[in-house]
């Protein structure tokens, strides 16, 4: 089955000041796919969260970005070396990239992906407003995918799922990529659909909908709240100039 098969691939940066979501995300995922492998990969904190001494000791990987490319497309890059070092892609069908507080609260049928032939999606999706083009541009000519955009959506908060099959195509094209502050995160929410259009068959896809359809607000939601999505987004805000004490 689909569902036991999978790898979740988590962006962390921890803040003394911030709430902290990874022993919540870390235990729906056992809840919901016990089978499931957990890597979870630092971007450099100036503290060490205090709960990564029991993950560890429950399986979770830790890994340290030691890359310049930062944020979640560098905590990504770390992540996929690391399992293509250790021979591990092929073991999983499905690989979900997601920031920390990206938290999964319902099971999603990973099946539904499989049966609509789909490699690679948004968790959530939205209509590509191509803000940041001057970044967007240069990115996309590098890879030699600066066509088709008006027919590319959105990768809400650069989270989303790729298939075994695909994810070392995907690396190929993210591999030269820098990203260092939250400018280049956010550009990057709409050149990445790019890349999934050209390794999904020319076509989009998502498993929570487009951003306005969801049944809760990202600045107010509470992680304990029900929400009917399979993923709930809680906006912190971070960046590379967020100060921790």
């Known amino acids: 089955m689909v569902n ?5 691939i988590i962006a962390h940066k921890y803040y003394r000041s911030y709430v902290n979501y990874t022993n919540e995300y870390v235990k729906n995922i056992k809840t919901f796919y016990p089978n499931a492998n957990i890597i979870i990969v630092d971007n450099n904190s100036k503290h060490i969260n205090p709960c990564f001494d029991d993950l560890k000791k429950n399986g ?9 490319c930062k944020f979640e497309l560098g905590a990504y890059k770390a992540a996929i070396n690391y ?11 499905y690989f979900i990239f997601t920031q920390d507080n990206f938290v999964l609260k319902n ?5 539904n992906l499989k049966l609509n032939n789909v490699n690679a999606c948004p968790i ?3 209509n590509n407003d191509w803000e940041f083009f001057y970044v967007c541009r240069p990115v996309l000519e590098s890879i030699g ?9 959105f990768c809400w908060c650069n ?16 591999k030269d990529i820098v990203i260092v502050d939250r400018l280049g995160s956010m550009a990057s929410e709409r050149y990445l659909p790019r890349i999934f259009w050209e390794i999904n068959n020319n076509k989009n896809f998502d498993i929570d909908g487009k951003i306005e359809e969801l049944d809760y607000y990202c600045h107010t939601v509470d992680i304990t709240d029900n929400v009917s999505n399979f993923f709930c987004k809680i906006s912190q805000q971070k960046n590379e100039t967020t100060v921790d004490i």
């Open 124 to 126: 959530v999706s939205w």
């Open 107 to 111: 099971k999603y049928d990973f099946n």
């Open 4 to 8: 036991e098969n999978l790898c979740f």
């Open 145 to 153: 995918l600066f066509n088709n955009l008006e027919k590319v959506n």
């Open 83 to 93: 399992l293509n070092q250790n021979n591990l892609l092929k073991e999983k069908s």
């Open 60 to 68: 979770v990987i830790i890994l340290e970005n030691d890359n310049q």
């Open 159 to 174: 989270s989303f799922i790729i298939s075994s099959n695909k994810v070392l195509e995907f690396y190929d094209f993210i």
